[in-house]
């Protein structure tokens, strides 16, 4: 069975916003879907050079990278797995 990941970002402090990035980068290797949402807390920092390159490596692959809070409730909807990083 394929599993639909969805990797939630909640937090601002941008060693973890990375960390998650990195993370669903490494689910990706799983052959499944994966979407992350960056909560409205990291969007402002979705920019920082450090987590584009994360971001620009999931969205070429075809995982979406969805800013903000209005995406979650359709991501989860979706997720049949979920990763939260706080």
Known sequence: MTARILVL?????????????RGA????????????VL?????PLAGAAALARAVATLT????PVHLG???????????TAVEVWT
Do not use: K, N, Q, Y
């Not at 937090?11 to 990035?21: C, D, G, K, S």
């Open 69 to 79: 809070d209005a995406h979650v409730a359709a991501a989860l909807a979706a997720a």
């Open 25 to 36: 980068v490494g689910l990706t290797l799983r052959g499944d879907p994966v979407v992350v």
């Open 9 to 21: 970002v909640r937090t601002a402090v941008p060693a973890r916003i990375a960390e998650a990035l």
């Open 60 to 63: 070429s692959f075809g995982h």
């Open 39 to 43: 909560g409205d807390e990291a969007v």
